[in-house]
């Protein structure tokens, strides 16, 4: 039977059975035992599904992941450690040394370094591509050895929306998969497997966990990519593994499952970067009411991206929901039921003003956080691109007075107060 998306958040991944716990339990061992070597001898060749080591799997690891997985409309999901990870994982799995990426400009700082400078040293080029690309633009980026195309629904923090269809398309033609972020969105808010895409990552430390309780991971293959289709430009996936006794991961596990299958017994086999079964547990705790803070979060962003709009000490304002905004349109399209709750606004009177702006405030905590039942905020030319001029930072398109507001599950009306009372003391 198939459940709409609420349903899932608070009942799928997990169905106990008869006399089990009815909370997903958490496993919290390092290793599984078993009657003999050949049963676990099985699960080393691949032959048999089941846990021997949780640096690779662990039961209420999956449990969650199968939720996600359900949530996104995939065939097959894993946790990692962190959002990092998941997005390395994503795209280790598929390029190596001498290969190439292509990737939206507009993405979260951290990703940016770990595909532009981390990954470069490891051999793998990317060209990156601005999210406003036309189809030309985009098919000129391509080269005979690009592995996969990387963008965000939403961007963090410049709020870009990515032309998720469009993005597809590209890759697709020249016979490669799309890979999503989708962490601002959520589930609830986009679907991007409809869209096209192939895979989906997430940062579960955001609106997933909601609570600012652990960080995490998860990787969600759609299942419908057909490696073998290209298996000259994807051998990890199409070739014998000899590291498993010669498993080819597109035949054995099909298009549903070698994505995942191989990420977990090569990625997470060798650099074990899990996510805990304790954060697990958390992190399904926050997806069980998911699709009730997500309304509220968009709720609240757009009632707080309106009225930032209208004030005189406010240069501009970046919400996909407002009219007047670059990517209303494409809101419209793939976030017909809101974005997110973080509004990115601009003051007035530069690095000084957004100074006294933030030190006035009440209910917002000055946090690097975002995506968080409590409200925070942060200026990035005084904390995370202190290190830049006014001049630098306009050019990297984040103004001085520029201030990142994550809107959380308070009151929409205290939120604004708060923000009028900071903005007059301007």
């Known amino acids: 039977m198939s ?29 599984f035992k078993y009657a003999t070597s050949e049963d676990m001898g099985k699960l080393f060749d691949l032959e048999a599904s089941g846990y021997f080591y949780t640096r690779l799997q662990n039961p209420t690891n999956d449990y969650v992941a199968a939720k996600i997985a359900a949530l996104e409309g995939g065939t097959a999901a894993m946790l990692t450690s962190s959002g990092q990870a998941a997005n390395f994982f994503a795209l280790f799995n598929l390029a190596n040394c001498g290969d190439h990426i292509v990737c939206s400009s507009s993405i979260y700082g951290g990703t940016f370094n770990l595909i532009a400078v981390t990954m470069a040293k490891m051999g793998i080029e990317t060209t990156f591509v601005s999210p406003d690309a036309t189809e030309e633009e985009l098919h000129a980026a391509f080269r005979p050895n ?20 469009l993005f597809a398309k590209a890759a697709h033609d020249h016979g ?13 808010g986009c679907h991007p497997f409809e869209w096209g895409a192939d895979i989906v990552t997430h940062s579960t430390t955001k609106y997933m966990d909601g609570h600012g309780v652990a960080v995490g991971g998860a990787i969600v293959d759609a299942g419908k990519f057909d490696w073998m289709a290209y298996a000259d430009k994807f051998p990890g996936l199409c070739t014998p593994d000899e590291s498993y006794h010669g498993i080819t991961y597109a035949e054995k596990f099909g298009k549903e499952g070698a994505f995942i299958t191989k990420c977990t017994a090569q990625l997470m086999r060798d650099f074990g970067s899990i996510q805990s079964p304790q954060n697990a547990f958390y992190l399904n705790l926050g997806l069980e009411s998911l699709h009730v803070r997500m309304a509220r979060h968009c709720e609240n962003g757009q009632a707080v991206a309106e009225f930032l709009s209208t004030h005189p000490k406010v240069a501009g304002v970046r919400y996909c929901g407002l009219p007047g905004d670059p990517y209303y349109a494409l809101a419209q399209k793939y976030l017909p039921k809101g974005s997110c709750g973080v509004v990115s606004f601009e003051l007035k009177g530069g690095r000084e003003a957004a100074g006294i702006f933030m030190r006035n405030l009440k209910l917002a905590a000055i946090e690097t956080h975002v995506a968080d039942a409590r409200t925070c905020c942060l200026n990035p030319a005084s904390s995370t691109h202190r290190q830049l001029t006014d001049e630098q930072l306009a050019a990297a398109g984040i ?3 520029l201030v990142r507001l994550s809107c959380g599950l308070e009151s929409k009306e205290d939120l604004i107060d708060d923000l009028r009372q900071a903005l007059e003391a301007i």
């Open 146 to 165: 690009t592995k996969a195309v990387f963008g965000e629904t939403i961007a963090n923090p410049a709020l870009t929306v990515l032309d998720i269809e």
């Open 399 to 401: 103004p001085a007075g």
């Open 3 to 31: 459940y709409r998306p609420e349903t899932i958040c608070v009942q799928g991944g997990y169905t106990p059975g008869n006399g089990e716990p009815r909370q997903i339990p958490i496993i919290q061992s390092t290793t």
């Open 176 to 188: 490669v998969p799309l890979i999503v972020d989708n962490t601002f969105a959520t589930p609830v």
